[in-house]
Each structure stands twice: as structure tokens, then as C-alpha cells.
């Protein structure tokens, strides 16, 4: 049976409570959980730069690889957050759905392998997790295992509501923009401006080329990279004298040299939406007019 969705569109409703203790087990497995079918997104997907092809994708249940190229067919996978299934469709009409549930990792990677042979798909993948500390290949985690359905739709309300705030913000820049990104690595949504300027050259296979061009990013992490769940942004290389900057409302913390919004700060704001682009666009500005943006011919 369909479930019914609510329609309270109050902010409890648009921007709920989701403080990182209370879901941290259901987090770390969803984490791998997204990695698996975050590598069969960059595994059939043609690169892009910065990265943006092994990317996810708000969706009106939950989170998607979009359309992905296999052969002379597409094919998608969706987490859906509100009947709690991963659907798998393809462009020659095949349908296949497994259940989101308490299941370890190790269980869900052989059964999503499984179901994408059953639709004559073929697809090998990197198996050990990335941006974690002591990862476990995914065929041999079964330290992971939670899934709380309540945590789960709650993770994407939040996304859901940041999504159209964050592509607001995007449209008003006439430069190289990412799209809205989720990135199943560090597990953050993002939206990424550039300068049109090559930056110096960072080590490592990813960094290299996530930041091969000046950039200034923002997002949202639901957990990891703070205490609690947090908007961020940062300008990427710092310019000189950006911690003594303001970004309102939120504040710069010297620990992660970034800018820093609370979640639970946005929640009790009279409008979070409003407050959400407020702080977008100074910590923007911040970055941008101390590094010497050329801004009129980059914005709207």
C-alpha cells in the first residue's frame, strides 16, 4: 500500500530535529549503504569535472542516481525515504525493489549486486568505502546493520528542504556553478560557485581535481565534520584575513577554517529559509571580495 504523505508545510515539518545521537548507528550504516550505490553511479557514469559524475540527487522520495548510461539503456537506482525501498529501473521497461531495513552491509551490497544481475546488469565496483576512517570492504561489514525509518525520512525532509534554497542561490550566479550536489563520500549536500581561475595544485587523486579551479562551497552535513548536523562554507584556497570576516547569521570557525551555520540555529529562525540564504550569500561575499572576485561579471 502507497503511504500518504503529510501535507503540513510548517517549518517543524519542512526542517525537523535531527540531532546526530539520536540516529548515530542508523547514520553510519546508511553511510555505506549510499557508498555502494554511490560507486555504481561513478562506475557507469562518463567523468565529469570536479568529480560531479559519481554525485546524487534530491529526489521527490529520497535521494537517486539520476539516469546513468549502461549499453544502449539507462538505468536508475533510487533510495526511497518514504515507503523505505531502493528501486532499481531501467529504460527497457525492468523494475526491481528491495526493502530498507535493519540489515548489515555486507547483506544489502550482495543484495543490490543480486538484483542489478537479475535486470542484466553487470557492474564490478570499488568496494572498499572512501572518506572514512578504518573502512571495511563492503562484502565483509557487518559492524554496520541499523536502519531507522523514522531517522531515515527525517535525513531527507531536511535535504528536501535545503535543495530548492540551495538552487535559488545557484541561479543567481552567472559563472561556472555545480549543480545540487550529494556527495555519498563525506555525505553532504553542496553547492559549489567558481571564479573561472585556476587554483594551485592540491595532492591526492581527489582533491587534485575537486579543487583544480578557484571555487567557493557551501552545504549542509547531517553529522560528520562537526558536532552536530551544520551548514558550512568555505572558499577554497583561503584568502588571506578570511577568519576575521562575518557571515550572517553563523560564524567562523578557526578549528575547520570554515564558515559554520547550526542546524538547530537555522530551525528557530523566524524564516529558515530566509536565514539559509542570508548566510549563503555573505559567507560568499566574504570569500569572494577578499580574493578578488571579478563579481559584476559573475552575478545576476
Same mark, same amino acid.
Given at each position: ?37 554511490g560507486k555504481i553511479r561513478l ?66 551490497y550482495h543484495e543490490v549486486m ?9 557492474v564490478d565496483i570499488y568496494t ?6 578504518? =573502512?571495511? !570492504? ?6 554496520? #546493520? &541499523?536502519?531507522?525509518?523514522? %531517522? +531515515? ?83 577554497? =584556497?583561503? !584568502? ?6 562575518? #557571515? &550572517?547569521?553563523?560564524?567562523? %570557525? +578557526? ?46
Amino acid at each position: 500500500m502507497e503511504a500518504t504523505a503529510s501535507h503540513n508545510n510548517s517549518d517543524a515539518e519542512l526542517w525537523p530535529g535531527l540531532p546526530l545521537e539520536s540516529w548515530q548507528d542508523t547514520y553510519a550504516t546508511l553511510h555505506m549503504w549510499l557508498q555502494v550505490v554511490g560507486k555504481i553511479r561513478l562506475k557507469l557514469s562518463p567523468p565529469v569535472n570536479h568529480w560531479w559524475h559519481c554525485a546524487l540527487y534530491v529526489s521527490p522520495r529520497g535521494l537517486t542516481t539520476s539516469a546513468m548510461p549502461y549499453g544502449k539503456q539507462l538505468v536508475e537506482i533510487e533510495f526511497d525515504f518514504i515507503n523505505h525501498q531502493l528501486h532499481f529501473s531501467t529504460s527497457d521497461g525492468l523494475k526491481q525493489s528491495l526493502a530498507l531495513a535493519p540489515k548489515t552491509v555486507a547483506d544489502f551490497y550482495h543484495e543490490v549486486m543480486q538484483t542489478l544481475r537479475s535486470i542484466h546488469l553487470e557492474v564490478d565496483i570499488y568496494t572498499k568505502p572512501q572518506e572514512v576512517p578504518n =573502512p571495511i !570492504p563492503f562484502e565483509s561489514d557487518t559492524v554496520h #546493520a &541499523s536502519y531507522d525509518p523514522e %531517522s +531515515a525520512h527525517k535525513l531527507w525532509r531536511i535535504l528536501a528542504s535545503i535543495q530548492p534554497v540551495f538552487e535559488e542561490f545557484r541561479g543567481r550566479f552567472l559563472g561556472k556553478s555545480s549543480p545540487v550536489n550529494f556527495y555519498w563520500g563525506s555525505l553532504d549536500i553542496a553547492v559549489t560557485r567558481f571564479s573561472g581561475r585556476p587554483a594551485p595544485a592540491r595532492p591526492g587523486i581527489i582533491t587534485s581535481e575537486a579543487y583544480s579551479h578557484e571555487c567557493i562551497s557551501a552545504g549542509f552535513w547531517p553529522g560528520a565534520g562537526y558536532t552536530g548536523p551544520a551548514f558550512y562554507s568555505y572558499t577554497a =584556497p583561503a !584568502p588571506p584575513g578570511l577568519e576575521n570576516q562575518q #557571515a &550572517s547569521p553563523g560564524f567562523y %570557525s +578557526a578549528q575547520l577554517s570554515e564558515f559554520l551555520l547550526p542546524y538547530d540555529d537555522l530551525r528557530r529562525a523566524d524564516s529558515p529559509k530566509d536565514a539559509l540564504l542570508q548566510f549563503l550569500q555573505s559567507s560568499y561575499e566574504a570569500g569572494a571580495n577578499l580574493a578578488n572576485w571579478d563579481r559584476k561579471a559573475l552575478e545576476r
